[in-house]
């Protein structure tokens, strides 16, 4: 390819990808050739102006129409504009978590944080543009790989390092099977391109072939599962939640999580709904698949819920829970109603937002106290009575109750559910049943906040960072809940979500 040919492409439309590129390598840099006995904190704030350059560069693409470079491998368009924006907000709070991040043992590697974190950023960035089998799988490995040295950066620490391990295999292997999958996609095809293997499948006709991208379509079913902590591919998350530094753990449940949620949605929309069903049913591959995916969110909402009940570790509550939220928008997956990508975006905005804010609070008290107990949050209404209040905002979110963002996701996924096939019904009951359940641990929570004796009685210092945060996501947790119209119709400048596939 000529120097010509290349300046000929378009390539303003990857301003933010270029801007999180560049950070990262200069942070690399810096990091470096920083004498030792420096302090790497005012790395983190420079990676956070970085983050939030990206956020204005991309906010000023928004009115640009679908554009793609390099033979269709990235696309600029409505959805991945729309989910770059969750990304890069949510990798904004927990830059601002890990500036105050002090460990009681210490932490060593904050400069390794940094450009590492920027790296699995690029990742999902890369990811949510894509529109190539290649360029998705090299956002996916270079999310999953920086995330999997995240998670043992605390290498003084035993449950870091155990964590770190687990991750690396269970990521292993749910490349390996997300690979195989793709691997009968590209023999069935000849191509890597997401469209071009749409429009090549839309015509396949034999058995045969159908059965083949049946079987294509479970081993990236299970291989993406693994990232998406859904049961019962989920036994990673527990532990790896635990062990990693907090604000690796709050960035594995938020933007590592919306990044899956977006593969998913791209391939599977791409690939599989243009597929026509094995049989005589007129229907695509994509909605006769749907019971799977339905059994799926079922189990991963009871369990997860359930096992969430038994926990008195913070961070392994908050692991389940994500599990369980993670079966919630499978919901919104499964139901394949009209609204369903915009259904998903809010409510992964939503739990960007209450499940952030939680975390900035839970590093807060587990840094001063040296604890992950849940005793630890025992009178936190007598020692902060703001941090406690905003503290409950974030649980009664994160319980559904409304006047929270955390309810009206909710509504939009149940709504969804009942406005497609009838069967859905059922799983929009176990999803009210799953919700039930889990008022008993989140109250639980509150109850300890509010209700019980503290334990301890000194004060609590709020670091800057994790303040702003707590902040931040509680008046968008609020403001989600109480005027969801006003982010609707923020939505409405995208104009068509699922533009993906023309």
């Known amino acids: 390819m000529s120097w010509d040919t290349l300046m000929q492409y378009k390539w303003g439309i990857m301003t933010p990808e270029w801007i999180i590129l560049g950070v990262g390598i200069a942070l690399s840099l810096i990091d470096l050739f920083l004498p030792n006995d420096k302090s790497r904190r005012p790395l983190g704030w420079f990676a956070f102006v970085g983050v939030i350059v990206a956020i204005v560069s991309l906010v000023a693409l928004l009115p640009v129409h679908t554009t793609t470079i390099l033979n269709d491998s990235f696309r600029l368009d409505s959805f991945g504009k729309a989910f770059k924006l969750l990304l890069l907000f949510g990798a904004a709070f927990v830059l601002l978590l890990s500036i105050d991040y002090q460990p009681r043992e210490g932490m060593k590697y904050y400069g390794e944080f940094y450009y590492l974190f920027l790296t699995a950023l690029l990742g999902a960035m890369v990811m949510t543009s894509s529109g190539d089998l290649i360029t998705l799988f090299v956002g996916l490995e270079l999310l999953s790989i920086s995330s999997y040295i995240l998670a043992g950066l605390r290498k003084a620490h035993s449950l870091s390092n155990e964590s770190a391990l687990k991750y690396v295999i269970n990521g292993g292997i749910s490349t390996a099977i997300t690979l195989f999958g793709m691997s009968y996609v590209f023999g069935l095809t000849g191509s890597t391109n997401l469209k071009k293997i749409g429009m090549q499948l839309s015509t396949l006709q034999d058995s045969g072939h159908q059965y083949i991208l049946a079987l294509a379509f479970l081993l990236l079913l299970v291989g993406l599962s693994f990232k998406l902590s859904s049961v019962p591919f989920h036994m990673w998350a527990p532990d790896v939640y635990q062990g990693a530094p907090t604000p690796v753990t709050a960035f594995l449940s938020v933007v590592s999580k919306t990044a899956g949620f977006v593969i998913i949605l791209r391939l599977f929309i791409t690939i599989f709904a243009a597929a026509p069903a094995q049989g005589k049913d007129p229907s695509s591959m994509l909605l006769s698949m749907q019971d799977y995916i339905a059994f799926l969110a079922g189990a991963t909402m009871v369990i997860g819920n359930v096992i969430a009940l038994k926990q008195r570790n913070i961070k392994r509550l908050f692991a389940y829970s994500s599990i369980a939220h993670a079966g919630y928008i499978l919901v919104g997956f499964a139901s394949m109603s009209w609204v369903m990508i915009d ?160």
């Not at 960007?352 to 025992?378: K, R, W, Y």
């Open 343 to 502: 259904s998903i975006w809010f409510y992964l905005a939503a739990y960007l937002l209450m499940n952030l804010g939680a975390f900035a609070v839970l590093q807060i008290i587990t840094d001063q106290s040296g604890s992950e107990d849940i005793s630890q949050f025992a009178g936190l209404y007598r020692r902060h009575p703001l941090l406690a209040v905003l503290m409950g905002i974030f649980i009664l979110s994160l319980a559904g109750i409304p006047g929270t963002a955390g309810f009206i996701g909710k509504v939009h996924i149940f709504l969804g559910a009942f406005a497609t096939d009838p069967a859905h019904y059922v799983l929009a009951s176990v999803m009210v049943a799953a919700t039930v359940v889990s008022y008993v641990y989140y109250f639980g929570l509150f109850t300890q906040i509010f209700f019980r004796p503290a334990a301890v009685h000194e004060p609590i210092k709020l670091p800057i960072g994790a303040a702003l945060v707590v902040l931040i996501c509680a008046v968008g947790t609020l403001v989600f809940g109480v005027l969801p119209g006003m982010v609707y119709h923020f939505l409405d400048q995208f104009q068509h979500f699922d533009d993906f596939l023309h």
